[in-house]
Nanobody, 125 residues
Framework: QVQLVESGGDSVQAGGSLRLSCTIFGVTYNFRHCAWFRQTPGKEREGVAAVNSDGSTTYADSVKGRFTISQDNAKPALYLQMNSLKPEDTAMYYC???????????????????WGQGTQVTVSS
């Protein structure tokens, strides 16, 4: 019954902003571990940002200071605010979640059990 659905991907000019949303169905409370990943053709999936239910966060060096991950634990939902976008941010973006695990937050994809289908972000110059 658990399903994650991303939205908000679009085509945007360099320097612009986008806000991605991940709506989580089939649960009445949010996951202990949530994250955003991205992937381009020919490359492995890359961790972008992660958050634990205690509010702790971590970011890939390439997006620090530009991206912000947040949660709405009541809905529940996951968000990624992306500012100062660069062409190298172009990718399919996926949200991910896991109920269990200690430590973190983590940017390792093997930590996460549930995945969305992705939303495309294209940044042009």
């Amino acid at each position: 019954q658990v399903q994650l659905v991303e939205s908000g991907g679009d085509s945007v000019q360099a320097g612009g902003s986008l806000r991605l949303s991940c709506t989580i169905f089939g649960v009445t409370y949010n996951f202990r571990h949530c994250a955003w990943f991205r992937q381009t053709p020919g490359k492995e999936r890359e961790g972008v940002a992660a958050v634990n239910s205690d509010g702790s966060t971590t970011y890939a060096d390439s997006v620090k200071g530009r991206f912000t991950i947040s949660q709405d634990n009541a809905k529940p939902a996951l968000y990624l605010q992306m500012n100062s976008l660069k062409p190298e941010d172009t990718a399919m973006y996926y949200c991910a979640a896991s109920w269990t695990g200690t430590g973190g937050p983590w940017l390792n994809q093997r930590v996460y059990t549930f995945w969305g289908q992705g939303t495309q972000v294209t940044v042009s110059s």
